[in-house]
């Protein structure tokens, strides 16, 4: 049958299962848009911001596991697009990314609001298309929603001129893909699987590193296998929180620049590291030629890119953690490391990084404790970028798959918003809450009013300090309390403007009212905000400095010798 280009791309998300879209309009996607009343399966969520539309769609795709969908105009819309983006191709998260595109006459004559979006965007999609012919609609999206969701994830944009929109082709959807260039490795090398069972089996001192690839792959079961088989204790990275249970006696947490000293350590001693599904990058590994140099090392990664790239290893694996985890656990035999969990156990007392100090001031590492607790740690929780972001990976006891959602590589302030709003809308049986700072929360607070339109009831907890927290921390610890540009003197009233966008406000200034302003906010149907007035000078503890080992490591000072 013969349709437009605006009703292939429609029947074409609907042949993917896409059930919904995060997007704004413009002039050159206008007749896109103009096709959705004939589509009533198609929820589309009118954002506030193009970046709130990726944000969004990204958030969705890490709850899901499913490719999230972001639309925009031309020009403006598609460049707003451009943080979010690179988000996602940072951290592999799946999603399709349509945009419009001036007329085809019209590209290459600096037309109203015409850019380049597939050159601006080449560097950060895993692949991108420019559609010049209706005709060539359903292949491109056949092969966007393949190529995002397979091998190594990543963002995939597809950008389409208004007129081709217009144009009417024959629709039939494509059954298969057939990308020569493209043959993902998704099994894993047998002989060297069983290398890898080998090593295990002689290590002494083992320790998994599991990374965001954990996740995507859905091998929590397979994980939890191998280390229950082998009593291998569990080091998670940043994105790889929530891919193995908190509360398991063999998780030891997140190590790094701002991970437990402990989990550090236990890498620092360590005879054996198996990564899945991780990268090696800076803020695991300090300087990375004297990272780990006395354990040797297993990498399984999905990106053979990625294997070797910043830590040479011993056996290398291409392929899916998953299937990779299925064989490898078949050959590894059961045993036992007692006087090694134990002393990873006696680390943790030599070296608390998980106490919080008995004071009467509002503390936000109090409050994400109080949160995890009166949760049950079963929420989803989104974060901006800061140290409310690494307070909650230390302080919130994750326990359930894919519940913890954060801008990771790319470091992006502003995701704890729209980020929150798409996690909530893929999971909308789960409470979600998002954990923002300040400063990252008014990047992007105009999509409170998309929460509020669509009832999406997302619960917020700003770390309100009046600082770019880390930015201050940074400056504290190495430019000798040189506060410049990180003091915000004229912050909103958060509590009003909760108001004023019709969602429930609570301000809490003291620790007394931090568990009945968080029961009261989860009780209440629709978003809620809670501007937690915290204490303004509080670090992140343990510290490694960018760039430097486990030796230089910052633990807590006595409080005795903390200065306030």
């Not at 598609?78 to 019209?106: E, F, H, K, Y």
Request: hydrophobic share 40%; net charge negative.
């Amino acid at each position: 049958m013969k349709l437009t280009g605006g009703q292939i791309v429609c029947e074409s998300l609907i042949r993917e299962g896409v059930d919904v879209l995060f997007g704004l309009p413009g002039g050159a996607i206008l007749p896109l848009y103009q096709t959705l009343p004939e589509y009533p399966q198609l929820r589309h969520i009118l954002v506030r911001h193009e970046q709130g539309a990726a944000h969004a769609a990204d958030g969705y795709a890490r709850v899901t596991g499913r490719p999230g969908v972001a639309w925009a105009t031309s020009g403006p819309g598609a460049t707003n697009l451009i943080t979010g983006i690179a988000t996602a191709q940072m951290d592999s998260v799946p999603m399709v990314i349509i945009t419009g595109q001036v007329s085809r006459a019209a590209i290459g004559s600096d037309a109203f609001q015409e850019t380049d979006t597939t050159g601006i965007t080449l560097p950060i999609t895993k692949h991108n298309y420019l559609v010049m012919h209706a005709s060539e609609i359903a292949q491109a999206i056949k092969e966007a929603f393949h190529i995002a969701s397979t091998g190594r994830p990543g963002p995939v944009l597809v950008d389409i001129p208004k007129d081709v929109f217009e144009e009417e082709a024959e629709f039939e959807y494509p059954e298969t893909v057939d990308l020569p260039g493209y043959k993902p490795t998704v099994e894993g090398h047998s002989a060297q699987i069983k290398r890898a069972a080998k090593l295990i089996d002689q290590s002494k001192r083992p320790v998994i590193l599991a990374g965001h690839g954990v996740i995507f792959s859905g091998a929590f079961d397979e994980l939890k296998e191998l280390a229950e088989k082998a009593q291998i204790p569990v080091i998670t990275t940043l994105l790889g929180i929530s891919s193995f249970p908190d509360n398991h006696v063999l998780c030891v947490g997140m190590p790094g620049m701002h991970g437990m000293a402990y989990a550090s350590l236990a890498i620092e001693e360590a005879d054996l590291l198996i990564a899945l599904g991780m990268r090696f990058d800076d803020r695991i590994t300090g300087r990375a030629s004297a990272f780990a140099l006395g354990a040797r090392k297993i990498h399984v990664d999905i990106d053979p890119s990625e294997i070797g790239k910043n830590v040479k290893v011993d056996v290398p694996i291409v392929g899916d953690i998953k299937r990779v985890l299925l064989k490898l656990n078949k050959y590894v035999e059961p045993a036992t490391h007692l006087d090694w969990v134990q002393h990873i156990e006696q680390l943790k007392k030599d070296h608390p990084s998980m106490n919080i100090r008995d004071t009467d001031k509002l503390l936000p590492q109090f409050i994400i404790r109080e949160l995890s607790n009166a949760t049950k740690g079963s929420a989803i929780v989104v974060t901006g970028v800061g140290q409310h972001q690494m307070w909650a990976a230390q302080h919130y006891m994750f326990t359930e798959p894919r519940s913890f959602v954060t801008s990771g590589g790319s470091g992006a302030m502003g995701y704890e918003v729209p980020g929150a709003m798409g996690a909530q809308v893929g999971r909308p049986d789960k409470v979600v809450w998002s954990i923002a700072g300040d400063g990252g929360f008014q990047m992007t607070m105009a999509e409170l009013a998309t929460l509020v339109e669509n009832k999406i009831p997302v619960k917020f907890a700003i770390m309100n300090n009046g600082f770019l927290g880390m930015v201050r921390q940074w400056q504290e610890f190495f430019y000798d309390r040189s506060y410049v540009a990180t003091n915000y003197t004229a912050n909103p009233d958060f509590v009003k403007l909760a108001d004023a966008f019709g969602m429930l406000g609570i301000r809490v200034t003291d620790k007394t009212q931090v568990r009945s302003a968080i029961e009261k906010a989860m009780e209440y149907d629709g978003p809620a905000l809670i501007d937690f007035v915290v204490e303004q000078e509080e670090n992140v503890y343990p510290m490694i400095p960018a760039g430097q080992t486990i030796h230089e490591l910052i633990e807590e000072p006595a409080p005795e010798k903390v200065r306030r």
